[in-house]
């Protein structure tokens, strides 16, 4: 259990709040009436995702009455009207030369949380039931390559995935990377970029200090907040190496289990 009452939360989305994955509205009233209790209350509750500034994630923090979203890890943050506030982006010619080496081990790749996953032709096919969701294009249909805020990348076993951390982190002094999906997959950003450092940004914005707040995860991404705030809750439904360096372990995401955790935490300060 944590030591103090929390002035401030923090949460992610994936494995952590949206306890209803499988259901078209994706979080429980529990979990989003605590959400909007807190920030009506004028204790911020804000979202720290590695998402993109999606019309689902805008309007999930306008019905939670949260001002800000932490999007892409901290890569970009943004007000509850998608305003950008600011950007941290991964340079033109690293996301080449990233490109280049995924395309050569035939990973699959997702550009700034975006729709297009990419990968090879045959690959595709055999995973096309996991990908439905996604538009599916080939590596010679890859646009121009720009600047971005975040690429993802899997399709391969755990250990070729944290072999593939130690290369590119080896080779690319100026990305931040992070082990998700329960180890199958990598989220590369900006070095500038992580959740840590997107809370102390809000923070100033909403005046209070980040050692007064908490931060709610199940991920790699969300361990850089572990500086930065008063207390890192991992949920129970983490991987073992997440959980071990959490202030505490919360209930499983599923069924309002971040409503629970902080009822519980509330509860130890009556």
Known sequence: MINFKPKAYFTDLDGTLLDLPKTKESISKDNLNILKQKNDNGIPFIIATGRYASDFVLDLAKKANSPYVICQNGGLIVDNTGKILI????????????????????????????????????????????????????????????????????????????????????????????????GYAIEINDINANKGRGIEFVSKLLNINPKDAVHFGDSGNDTSTIPYVGAFIAMKNSLKNIKVQASWVAPSYKKSGVAKAIKIIENSFK
């Open 87 to 182: 950007k941290h982006e991964i340079k033109k010619d690293t996301v080449m030369q990233i490109t280049e080496i995924l395309k050569e081990k035939k990973l699959f790749f997702i550009f700034n949380s975006g729709n297009i996953i990419y990968g090879t032709a045959s690959k595709l096919r055999i995973f096309r039931p996991w990908i439905k969701k996604l538009e599916q294009k080939t590596y010679d249909e890859i646009p121009q390559i720009t600047n971005l805020t975040k690429i993802i990348t899997f399709g391969t076993s755990k250990k070729n995935i944290k072999k593939l951390v130690d290369e590119l982190s080896e080779k690319f002094k100026n990305i931040s990377l992070h082990i998700v999906s329960k």
